[in-house]
């Protein structure tokens, strides 16, 4: 059923971005009627994605720099609130946390593979949690959390992509680890999933952009969803630890040389690309889309057009021609209906960690 929805969903978004971009172009013309909401008595703020950091003068003058303590009373704040009753983060300090993380991630705007070293803390032991799916399940990451501790400088965290739509609390999961990877600056990552996606967002199945303006309004909800745009663009598509691990969201390609094609992708868009025409486009559909599979070779995905799962060759070629070892993903809820899940000869490994997945699936979460 996740894979029916999705695949609706999927091809439900590329007409409505297809639509979205034949009106911009349309409006754009000179003497092109304007298309407007005759019920709405004043003017509706235009979400716009940028690339690029926000103006001093657009921010208004609010201060980026975010403390740790700030994070900490945030956090308290929310493991205090009953699930589901919770007031919403204040907008101010939720737009602070999104400014600072943009301009953290601005400086690394050009790497679409991150690297990632184990935190070298003064305990002799240091390890990295690998935290796959929330999709808003807000009561997961602080479980998490409450079970393993915080991020420190002997812990990393990376969460391995789609923390947004289908719940309801991605925006405070957001503003948590956006705010301590600027707060704890190494000891948290965020890799892109393919629900970091303007045009998921939308979709009947996602709700992140309508979960940003039922909390903040319009104007202030708008604002924060266009901020979070922007950050999507930012996030790296996958991170390499030690340099034998390869975490990435949804798997592998079927383009040769994947690390030469996703390292050269350059600057990024918030909407990933309905109809890629490169290489890298396609790298970049595939290793947010893909899922593994016990076939050899490329196969169809289920998930809807140009979508595929690959096999365990594809994943032992990979491998042998970079030098890793392990390929950690997440995006699909393990057939074993557990959090982890190993396959290809032990060198892939499932994580997701949202729990009892959209309130029917009754899988375990796991890290």
């Not at 969903?9 to 034949?22: F, I």
């Not at 690998?130 to 807000?138: K, P, S």
């Not at 994947?258 to 390292?263: A, F, H, I, T, Y």
């Amino acid at each position: 059923l996740e894979g029916v929805e999705e695949a609706r969903s999927l091809k439900q978004a590329k007409v409505a971005g297809r639509l979205r971009v034949q009106l911009q172009h349309a409006s754009g013309k000179a003497g092109a009627p304007v298309v407007t909401d005759e019920a709405s008595k004043g003017p509706k703020p235009k979400l716009r994605v940028r690339l690029g950091r926000v103006s001093d003068a657009e921010r208004k003058g609010a201060a980026t720099g975010i403390a740790d303590e700030g994070m900490l009373g945030a956090l308290a704040d929310l493991c205090s609130a009953k699930p589901d009753t919770a007031a919403p983060l204040p907008a101010a300090f939720v737009t602070r946390v999104l400014a600072a993380a943009e301009e953290q991630l601005w400086t690394r705007r050009h790497e679409a593979v991150a690297e990632l070293k184990l935190p070298r803390g003064e305990e002799q032991r240091s390890r990295v949690v690998v935290v796959g799916d929330l999709h808003g399940q807000l009561q997961d990451l602080l479980w998490i959390f409450h079970k393993h501790g915080l991020p420190s400088s002997s812990q990393a965290y990376l969460l391995n992509g789609d923390v947004a739509d289908r719940g309801q609390h991605a925006i405070e999961i957001y503003t948590l680890v956006l705010g301590l990877m600027v707060a704890r600056p190494g000891c948290i990552l965020l890799n892109r999933g393919n629900h970091e996606d303007e045009m998921m967002n939308h979709g009947p199945v996602g709700g992140f952009y309508n979960e940003c303006l039922s909390k903040y309004g319009r104007a202030e909800g708008g604002q924060i969803y266009d901020a979070m745009k922007r950050v999507f663009a930012l996030l790296p598509l996958a991170t390499i630890l030690e340099e034998s691990v390869f975490l990435v969201h949804g798997g592998l390609s079927r383009c040769p040389h994947l690390l030469r094609l996703l390292r050269s992708l350059g600057s990024r868009s918030a909407s990933l690309p309905s109809d890629p025409h490169t290489a890298q486009e396609q790298a970049m559909i595939d290793v947010l889309w893909s899922d593994p599979s016990e076939v050899p070779g490329i196969q169809p995905s289920s998930r809807g057009s140009n979508l595929v799962r690959f096999g365990p060759d594809v994943t032992s070629t990979f491998l042998r021609e970079t030098g890793l070892g392990l390929v950690v993903r997440s995006h699909e809820v393990p057939p074993n209906n557990d959090g982890i899940y190993v396959m290809h000869e032990n060198r892939l490994v499932t994580v997701f960690s949202a729990s009892n997945y959209m309130g029917t699936t009754g899988n375990q979460g796991a890290v």
